[in-house]
């Protein structure tokens, strides 16, 4: 076999005797090996062959003899030369090409490829590695090195590269271990991610969201929400620690993985948690240490397992933060309160392992009396007082101050401070206890009622003033009111409240105390007395007064009795229609009238000159005669007149 002819960027054409073979373009030292190795195992298939001949090979010892651009003397004796028709020569040439064709076939590596090598000197920072077909290339020491230690490559390692490109510019492959790695790593990873099987691998750096994951050469993301079950706040101990991951998911064709530590502790705390619940019992006192606190309780670990310790089981008594009575490490004695085998969820408690207090309350705390308590807790509807730790009353707002109403209870009373109250209603099976800290002290409407009998003369501040009356300080933080009916006598009372301002110093009386309802009614007008009721004591219906005429009108006359103004109407000054004339009046005058009512309420005497002269009409005819006797009203009257005179 020579070679014919050489085509640097198509082919070359190898002849075998009288054929020719033309073989695709590859750089001449690949191909000079594979085709000295098949031209070396076809010689010994000749040799082998049944001719048995002993002779010269049907090739020349070397098949390169030919070279490119040039010919030799060995050559042309070759071509003067006519071979001899042989069939193993024939045979021969057709393995030959079948040999080099399958070596072209399967032996040469191509582009974008792992390939083994071996690692044939190291320098300058450089791996060189032979991978075979007279290649070699050149790796950095760095890419043999995992992330955080030292490059570990000596020369005779074999190794696997990813072949990037067959030759370059100088002749070399370009190679890349790293390549190669990611290349096997993603086929482990892949068959892992379809399998659902763990993954080894070490976190090496941060980034925006998470951290970087070295998987034995693929790159993964691991979010900050999976590196744990809890938030992380600090990562260093877990940088550069080999450890488990779980795939959750991946992309090859954008080179994306994705990658969870939190799912793999999970797992192992779900077996865990398993396995210690199926340990435990309800009821059953184990020792905890404590490894979160929260404003709701704290998360006791019993051993592998977490268990929840709420605020409200952790004493009898009112806890406002679990840290007033625990800190993170300690080790409590807990009990098992409730165990859900269904969420794997554990209650504790820590007050079930002691005394509960409120078997003695009612005992200790009978209806009705007083003790001294703390306040723990101020609310808008009250106040908690504690007893005795563990044991805790409410103080409604409403039973807090006799005369502070619809005030918030922080302006009363303060935490912490020491208060004392009565024992008002207690009520075990709901674990209440109601308390009064007005009822502590005497009621002032009861005080003000023994201090200030009817018919007393108080002085007073006005607090406020309404449309229906005023109301005035009293002693002991208390209010009384008076009325516009009680403002003055002589005035309406709509007109008697203009005279009065917010803040305004009076007197007045106390007309009237009524404890149950907690009100006192006062009285301004009452201060100088009741001048109608004082001159209207002696005066009934039917009497006969003396008044004084102080105004005339045309609907009649105004006159006065004993201070009291009173109003006659024209229809009742006379009997005679004639003479019911106001004008005939003058003012001084002193008239005798008959009182035809007397009315409290409204403080008007009824008076009338025509029903005085009518009473005397008939009390003289009753003395004297009878008016259908004959006599004249005149004869009647001159007798009786004459009877007086006598």
């Known amino acids: 076999m020579v070679v014919s002819e050489f085509h640097s960027h198509t082919s070359i054409e190898l002849k075998f005797g009288g054929r ?41 010892a070397d098949p390169w003899t030919n070279k490119t651009g040039g010919d030799n003397r060995t050559a042309r004796k070759q071509r003067k ?30 582009e974008g490829t792992v390939v083994k090598g071996k690692v044939i000197a190291v320098e300058n920072g450089q791996a060189v590695i032979d991978v075979g077909y007279k ?52 086929d482990r990873l892949e068959k892992a991610y379809a399998d659902d099987q763990r993954v080894e691998g070490a976190i090496f750096g941060r980034v925006k969201g998470g ?19 809890r938030p992380v706040r600090d990562a260093g101990p877990l940088m550069g620690l080999k450890q488990p991951f779980q795939i959750l998911k991946m992309d090859r064709r954008r080179g994306n993985i994705v990658v969870s530590r939190r799912a793999i502790l999970e797992e192992s705390r779900a077996e865990q948690r398993a396995e210690v619940i199926g340990k435990l019992q309800e009821g059953d006192a184990v020792d905890g240490v404590v490894k979160n606190i929260t404003e709701y309780g704290a998360f006791v670990d019993l051993g592998g397992v977490d268990g929840l310790l709420h605020v409200t089981d952790m004493a009898w008594r009112r806890v406002n933060h679990p840290s007033e009575i625990l800190a993170i490490g300690e080790t409590v004695k807990v ?47 009250g106040a908690f007082v504690e007893l005795e730790p563990g044991v805790e009353g409410l103080v409604h707002v409403s039973e807090m101050s006799w005369t502070k109403k619809n005030v918030h209870p922080g302006k009363i009373v303060s935490t912490s401070q020491e208060v004392q109250v009565m024992v008002l209603e207690i009520d075990g ?54 009325h516009l009916s009680d403002l003055s006598w002589d005035e309406r009372g709509e007109d008697a409240i203009q005279n009065y301002r917010k803040g305004d110093v009076v007197q ?46 045309d609907g009649g006359i105004e006159v006065e009795y004993e201070g009291m103004k009173s109003f006659i109407r024209r229809s009742d000054l006379s009997r005679d229609r004639a003479e019911q004339r106001p004008e005939r009046f003058s003012v001084g005058d002193k008239v005798d009238v008959r009182v035809t009512n007397v009315d409290l309420k ?45």
Not at 434 to 442: A, D, E, I, V
Not at 533 to 552: F, L, N, P
Not at 610 to 623: D, L
Request: charged fraction near 30%.
């Open 20 to 60: 020719h073979v033309r073989v695709a373009r590859s750089p001449v030292r690949r191909y000079r090996a594979r085709v000295e190795k098949a031209h070396n195992a076809v010689n010994q298939r000749v040799r082998a062959a049944g001719s048995g001949s002993t002779g010269p090979s049907c090739f020349a």
């Open 81 to 110: 030369r006519k071979p001899r028709p042989h069939m193993a020569q024939d045979t021969s040439m057709e393995e030959f090409e079948a040999l080099l064709n399958e070596s072209f076939e399967i032996d040469t590596p191509q």
């Open 135 to 186: 290649m070699e290339g050149r790796v950095e020491l760095k890419e043999f090195a995992n992330p955080g230690e030292a490059p570990e490559i000596e020369v005779g390692d074999e190794v696997e590269v990813y072949l990037r490109q067959v030759e370059n510019a100088r002749g070399e492959a370009v190679i890349s271990r790293e390549m190669a790695r990611r290349e096997a790593a993603w």
């Open 211 to 229: 951290f970087t994951v070295d998987l034995g050469g693929a790159v993964a993301f691991l979010p900050g929400s999976q590196v744990d079950v």
């Open 335 to 381: 009990q098992v309160i409730k165990i859900n085998k269904e969420t794997h969820r554990i209650s504790l408690g820590m007050k079930q392992l002691q005394d509960d207090p409120w078997d003695l309350v009612a005992a200790k705390y009978p209806l009705s009396t007083v003790h001294t308590g703390r306040v723990t807790n101020i609310t808008d509807y």
């Open 429 to 482: 099976a709901k674990r209440r206890v109601s308390l009064g800290l007005k009822q502590t002290m005497r009621n002032p409407w009861e005080v003000f009622a023994e201090t200030h009998p009817e018919g007393t003369q108080v002085e007073g501040e006005v607090k406020n003033i309404t449309e229906f009356g005023l109301f005035i300080g009293l002693e002991g933080e208390i209010d009384g009111m008076v």
């Open 508 to 553: 007045a009386v106390v007309s009237e105390v009524d404890i149950e309802k907690e009100r006192i009614s006062l009285s301004i007008k009452a201060l100088g007395g009741d001048k109608f009721a004082e001159a209207a004591g002696g005066v009934r219906r039917g009497s006969i007064v003396t008044v004084q005429v102080t105004a005339i009108e």
């Open 602 to 646: 409204t403080r008007r005497l009824g008076l009338s000159i025509k029903a005085r002269e009518i009473a005397e009409e008939k009390e003289a005819v009753q003395q004297y005669g009878s008016s259908d006797s004959g006599a004249s009203l005149g004869d009647i009257l001159g007798a009786a007149l004459k009877g007086d005179d006598d």
